[in-house]
């Protein structure tokens, strides 16, 4: 008998984290063109720091690389010699970590939509004959009714045919008399007639569908008030400097004068008389004069010749509040002027990302009345209110993005590339299929670099993931394939080279969540679609995939929240946190 095969088990096989490190380490240094660049970083490093003792690695497999930390502090300690730093306001002391947690700050942000369900794009009721926008010579008070046009009787001509031999004459026959016959000697002339092109008539066409509402006239008492406003004014003209006074006078915020001026005069009129701006309010009566702010605010950005905005539209009130705002005054110094259209260009983008027009760079008035644009000016001209706690025109938060947006580019170049932004918040936090993405489908101008409207827009978006337009902003990277789903193979792909980023970290993670648990995860909180895919419009009904969306996009806020069991409530946003937190890392 044969002896019966007795089955070894063997030990489960453990991966030797030094040797993939090794070989991790090697296949990097091994790629062309990286260890001479690396090289070339330690001459230069050797160069600025004398005193270091940073001895020449004498082959590939001896070098080892500076940390993050080391390297941080040498390039920010030549970022003030190289670029003009914005100076730190001087207006409010920075809250402490402390206040971060508790939340005992003022409301930042406004309350955002909570079902986020996207509306229609409305179109604008402006006119769509533009040549009235400016119809100078257009009377203002009398308005005319269509007239109906009777058409007069058109006399005919018809040939009549005779037995006889003799040569036919044609016949004039009226519409309301009986043929008359030609003589036989005028049938020369008839012929000659005949022989000349016809005369074309024109006859007017009735308005088949009539306007169902007149367009409404100006008050008089409407008119008799402007009249008098302008006969106030020296020449009886308005001029970009005293525009403020007609926005005042019409009960507009003072920030948008240069917006009124442009849209009723024109943007390289030098001043207005009472005529040109009473006849184009009249000609824009519907969406000025008998609509509510919103509207009015809208085409008054517009200039009332398109039914969406952009960015330069809001560029003019930045300007103005640039310009006026006493809480700048301090940023209004000649050394600064270089830095003034970096605020700008923050203000701008990150209005457009709230209101969820970045990618296109087109905001439609649905888009428009999410901002809650006329509370922004309205907190804007109270004196007493603190610019940094006002929606888009903190200072602060400008302050924050060019520091960080500075010392990231280290060539200088006014843009960023792959491996400077893999450099954020001191490196190791994104991977690089992360960043191949963002290159791929979120950069404004395709092929090239991130340019700083760019970096508004990943920061805004990578800091408060909770939102509308920051959803939109992932879910196009993570969607690899484009076919508007997102599938559990492609998530898996991004959860892959996050594990990969943690074992090069050498990070100790006591519980590593499994693939397994976050399929499970997704499927109970999200609505899945057919054969396991997911759509945009199931993820953004859902508030906990946020947590989700990091073990994609930066797994160390994932570990961190996922171990995390109190849920600490706090008035402040996650911008805003961030913002407070970075100015304390600053000033330390």
Not at 36 to 44: A, P, R, T
Not at 120 to 146: A, C, G, L, T, W
Not at 153 to 159: K, L
Not at 539 to 545: L, M, Q, T
Request: proline share 7%.
């Amino acid at each position: 008998m044969s002896k019966p095969v007795v089955k070894v088990r063997r030990p489960p096989l453990v991966p030797d984290v030094d040797l993939l490190h090794q070989h991790l380490w090697r296949q990097f240094v091994n790629q062309p063109g990286v260890f001479d660049k690396l090289m070339g970083h330690l001459e230069h490093v050797k160069n600025v720091e004398d005193e270091s003792e940073i001895e020449s690695p004498a082959s590939e497999d001896d070098f080892h690389p500076l940390s993050e930390s080391s390297r941080i502090s040498l390039s920010e300690s030549t970022v003030s010699a190289r670029v003009p730093m914005p100076p730190m306001s001087p207006r409010t002391p920075i809250p402490s970590q402390a206040g971060v947690q508790e939340g005992t700050g003022n409301v930042f942000f406004m309350d955002r939509n909570i079902d986020q369900v996207p509306e229609r794009n409305i179109p604008s009721p402006v006119m769509e004959d533009k040549k009235n926008i400016n119809s100078i010579k257009v009377p203002v008070i009398q308005y005319f009714e269509p007239k109906e046009v009777k058409s007069e009787p058109i006399e005919t001509i018809e040939e009549t045919e005779e037995p006889s031999d003799e040569q036919s004459t044609p016949a004039i026959k009226s519409a309301n008399s009986d043929p008359v016959q030609l003589s036989p000697c005028s049938s020369l002339e008839s012929l000659q007639i005949n022989s000349q092109p016809p005369i074309a008539t024109v006859t007017p066409v009735p308005t088949f569908y009539p306007p169902l509402l007149p367009t409404p006239l100006l008050s008089p008492t409407f008119i008799s008030s402007v009249q008098t406003f302008f006969s106030s004014q020296p020449s009886s003209q308005i001029t970009p400097l005293t525009s403020a006074l007609l926005a005042k006078f019409l009960n507009l915020p003072t920030f948008l004068s240069s917006c009124l001026f442009n849209a009723s005069f024109g943007p390289q009129a030098k001043s207005g008389s009472c005529s040109e701006f009473l006849s184009f309010w009249q000609a824009n009566v519907k969406v000025l004069h008998h609509a509510k702010d919103p509207v009015k605010i809208f085409h008054l950005l517009s200039g009332c010749g398109r039914n969406y905005l952009v960015p330069d539209d809001f560029f003019p009130i930045a300007k103005d509040v640039l310009d006026t705002h006493q809480q700048l005054d301090f940023f209004r110094g000649p050394s600064y002027i270089n830095l003034h259209a970096s605020y700008l260009s923050s203000v701008v983008a990150a209005i457009f990302f709230t209101a969820g027009a970045w990618r296109r760079k087109r905001m439609y008035f649905w888009q428009f009345a999410k901002i809650n644009f006329l509370e922004t000016l309205s907190k804007l001209s109270e004196e007493e209110m603190d610019i940094n706690f006002i929606e888009y025109f903190s200072y602060d938060q400008f302050y924050v993005f060019y520091v960080k947006f500075v010392s990231l580019d280290v060539d200088e170049d006014g843009e960023l590339n792959q491996a400077e932004l893999l450099e954020y918040e001191e490196g190791g936090l994104l991977t690089r299929k992360v960043v191949d993405r963002v290159w791929q489908v979120n950069l404004s101008s395709r092929g090239k670099n991130m340019n700083y409207w760019d970096w508004v827009m990943f920061v805004m978006a990578e800091v408060d993931k909770s939102t509308a337009p920051a959803l939109d902003y992932w879910f196009a990277v993570l969607d690899t394939d484009d076919d508007g789903f997102l599938s559990l193979g492609e998530m898996k792909q991004f959860y892959s080279e996050s594990l990969l980023l943690l074992i090069i970290a050498d990070c100790h993670v006591p519980h590593i969540v499994h693939w397994e648990d976050i399929t499970t995860q997704m499927i109970d909180i999200v609505t899945c679609g057919k054969e396991g895919v997911f759509s945009l419009m199931g993820i953004r009904g859902n508030y906990k995939f946020t947590h989700i969306l990091d073990a994609f996009i930066n797994i160390f806020n994932f570990i961190m929240n996922d171990e995390n069991d109190v849920c600490i409530k706090s008035e402040m946003s996650p911008l805003q946190k961030f913002v407070v937190r970075s100015l304390n890392e600053l000033e330390s």
